[in-house]
Each structure stands twice: as structure tokens, then as C-alpha cells.
């Protein structure tokens, strides 16, 4: 089973997590196969605009946490360096995003939590529908957000609201996203990938000069910080991986119970 669907049709490229099992949980196999997809549309010069997709019942769930519960639940230990690789191509994949001179659209159905919530909202254009829900749950399993995902809700939010979503970790509507200005439209599940195909349709036929410099013009006001937030962020998901609170989070996520932190 390939990890990522991708198809170009007509100056779009689509691009599809295909691991519905974990609900496209992007460990280092789906981040990489991701990353690859997308490196590969931003460098084909007969894609316009670019698409990221999830297949199965949500676009992604953020991190394969069944994998580091395996570990945990066997008396293993976990190395933060063994997680370095995974953060530093998500990072990468999250600004790729901002620095490719297309458009790239998340087309938002299900789930979009963690890191999965962090991709659709670095993305250029968010459509989404009405039953799509939003967390940045890092929190809820003892981590910290990763993907650039406190970076971009701060420059999108203000640090209030952007601290109460990371704090907090509770999911939000995609009507509460859309009033936030986390994501551009709401559609119906059955007219999403028609009204994407639209936009795209319409963005391939603007000026592609003028739309690689609006999005370099975006991204010289909102970026300027970006590569010390990555670093901050690195240096302190790595930290609470090696906590005891992480490994309660991950046990009571996958166990299906409330998590007892800080014992």
C-alpha cells in the first residue's frame, strides 16, 4: 500500500495520506512520503497549484501515537533523538509549505489534530466541512505543539487565543475555525473536492508571477521568526518526550481513559 496517492490533472497536484488505519498518523515513513510528494509537485513546473488530502474518515491525527504506546507499554524508554529525524522533516514540510511559490490548498474532512491540525493551518487556502474537527491536542498526551503549529496560530490568532487552544487542547468546530481565521470556507462533505477543484481552477489561471510574489510577500511578513520558533519548539518536544507525563498522556489516550498527569 502506497502511503501517498498523488495525481496531476490539469496543472493540479493531488496529494492523499493513505494510511486510513492510523488516521494518516504522520510518522517518519507518512512525513517522509509526504514531504517527497510535495517537494515533487513544488518542483514540476507543469503543477500550478498543489492539493494535500487525507483518505479514510479524517484528514490526519497528528503523530502514530499506537506506535510510541507500544513502546511505552513494554517497559521500553524513549530516546528523544530517536524522534529528532521526524520532527525535523515535519518542520520542513510545514515551511516548505509557506516557501514553495504555489498555492497550496488542505482539503479538510474528519479529524485535523496535532500535526494534522498544524498542516491545514501553514497551508495557503483551508477548505473544510461542516463536521471537520480541529485540535491541537499535544497537550492532552503531555507534548508540546510541533509542525510550527504555536508559530502559525500566533501570527494567525494574537498569543491569547493561541495559548488557550495549545493550553487547553480542546477540540474546536470547523465554523469556530473559520471564525478564528484558521481556515477559508466551509462546504458540504459532498461538495468539498468540487469546490477545491474550483479554486484551484481559479488560482492556475492567475498570473503566476504575481502569485509566487504575494505569497513571497505573506511569508517575508509572518516568517521572519519562524526558524527560532522551530528550534524552541524542537528543543522543548524533545524535553517532555522524556518525561513521565508523556508516557501517562500516550497510555490514557490509547487505553481509552482519563490521563493522571503530573504524579
Known amino acids: 500500500m502506497s502511503l501517498v496517492l498523488k495525481e496531476v490533472k490539469d496543472g493540479v497536484a493531488i496529494i492523499r495520506m493513505n494510511n486510513p488505519k492510523t488516521m494518516n498518523g504522520l510518522d517518519m515513513n507518512m512525513t517522509q512520503a509526504v ?101 491541537m491536542a499535544f497537550i492532552n498526551v503531555g507534548l508540546v505543539p510541533d509542525t510550527g503549529g504555536m508559530f502559525w496560530m500566533v501570527k494567525a490568532l494574537g498569543y491569547k487565543r493561541a495559548t488557550e487552544l495549545a493550553m487547553l487542547g480542546a477540540p474546536f468546530t470547523a465554523d469556530e475555525a473559520l471564525k478564528m481565521g484558521l481556515i477559508n470556507k466551509i462546504v458540504p462533505q459532498e461538495e468539498l473536492w468540487d469546490e477545491a477543484m474550483k479554486l484551484a481552477k481559479k488560482l492556475k489561471n492567475k498570473p503566476i508571477d504575481s502569485v509566487r510574489f504575494i505569497k513571497q510577500m505573506v511569508n517575508e511578513i509572518i516568517m521572519k521568526d519562524v526558524k527560532s520558533a522551530l528550534a524552541l519548539e524542537e528543543k522543548n518536544m524533545l524535553a517532555c518526550i522524556e518525561t513521565d507525563n508523556f508516557k501517562e498522556g500516550v497510555s490514557a489516550f490509547m487505553e481509552k481513559r482519563k490521563p493522571e498527569f503530573n504524579k
Do not use: Q, W
Request: charge should be negative.
Open 35 to 135: 514531504y517527497d510528494a510535495v517537494t515533487e509537485a513544488g518542483a514540476d513546473d507543469n503543477v500550478k497549484v498543489i492539493v494535500l488530502a487525507g483518505e479514510g474518515k479524517g484528514f490526519c491525527g497528528g503523530g502514530n501515537l499506537a506506535n510510541m504506546y507500544e513502546k511505552i507499554k513494554n517497559g521500553g524508554k524513549f530516546d528523544p533523538a530517536e524522534s529528532k529525524p521526524n520532527m525535523n522533516r515535519l518542520a520542513e514540510l510545514a515551511c516548505y509549505m509557506r516557501e514553495v511559490p504555489k498555492p497550496v490548498i488542505t482539503v479538510v474532512h474528519g479529524a485535523a489534530a496535532g500535526a494534522g491540525a498544524s498542516l491545514a493551518f501553514v497551508s495557503d487556502f483551508t477548505i473544510s466541512t461542516p463536521e471537520a474537527k480541529y485540535i
